[in-house]
């Protein structure tokens, strides 16, 4: 009876490997993709959605920007006054949140075999400023000397030189760059575990949400014209449906 009980437990373990060794197998050789249906585009691109939103934050460009700034203080109706300029220097990250990423986003076209996938716009981190290469020069003269209008003027100019820096980022040059960056490296992560599940034509599509529409037939609108939805409706009532 021991030596029953104790063989019973072994037969199934050897059961359980011989079956875990035959998936092993079946999938090597696409026995597996056979019994099973083989893979499913949907089911990879979901696995990818997950595995993309569990990097919480995609870096697609980094660029470093320079702001130069003057500020000038009168005082006694211009009689006495000071200047003060700041260069300063900073970097920018383009980000996307790719947390926002929701399964709605991403949709898999069986017939094209396209996947077309909606991303968040492109985030702007920074300006980080290097403070260590920034340099201010000032005029001095009375007013520096007997008020505290340098360290006034050096305030204004560091707040103003953050604020430029951060329009300079958002030009239409480097926020073009960006968000392609980041059309390349959202249609590479989704399309990689396609190409390698066997989907050799699949084809992804990324997209920003404003541009949805525009320049792709996939997105033309294929609704019915009017003249065409009217004409349907005579024709369905001559027959009487």
Not at 46 to 51: A, K, R
Request: hydrophobic share 40%; aromatic share 4%.
């Amino acid at each position: 009876m021991v030596e029953s009980r104790l063989n019973k437990p072994l037969a199934i373990a050897a059961i359980i490997v011989a079956l875990v060794l035959g998936v092993l197998l079946g999938v090597t050789s696409g026995i597996a993709d056979r019994i099973f249906g083989g893979p499913n585009a949907k089911t990879i691109a979901t696995s990818s959605l997950e595995s993309m939103r569990a990097q919480n934050r995609l870096i697609t460009f980094v660029a470093r920007y320079v702001s130069v700034v003057s500020s000038e203080q009168e005082r006694l109706g211009g009689l006495v006054s000071t200047e003060r300029t700041l260069i300063l220097p900073g970097n920018v990250r383009y980000e996307v949140d790719l947390s926002k990423l929701e399964p709605e986003d991403v949709r898999w076209d069986a017939g094209s075999q396209t996947l077309s996938v909606r991303i968040p716009d492109v985030e702007i981190a920074g300006p980080e400023v290097d403070l260590n290469a920034a340099r201010e020069y000032g005029s001095g003269g009375v007013l520096a000397t007997l008020t505290n209008a340098e360290t006034e003027l050096d305030s204004a100019n560091r707040a103003r030189a953050v604020a430029d820096l951060r329009k300079q980022a958002q030009a239409e040059l480097p926020m073009r760059l960006a968000r392609d960056s980041a059309r390349q490296a959202i249609e590479r992560s989704f399309s990689m575990p396609l190409k390698a599940a066997g989907f050799d034509n699949a084809k992804v599509v990324a997209k920003f949400a404003f541009e949805e529409g525009a320049d792709d037939p996939s997105y033309l609108d294929t609704s019915t014209p009017y003249n065409e939805a009217i004409s349907e409706a005579q024709q369905r009532r001559a027959q009487g449906k």
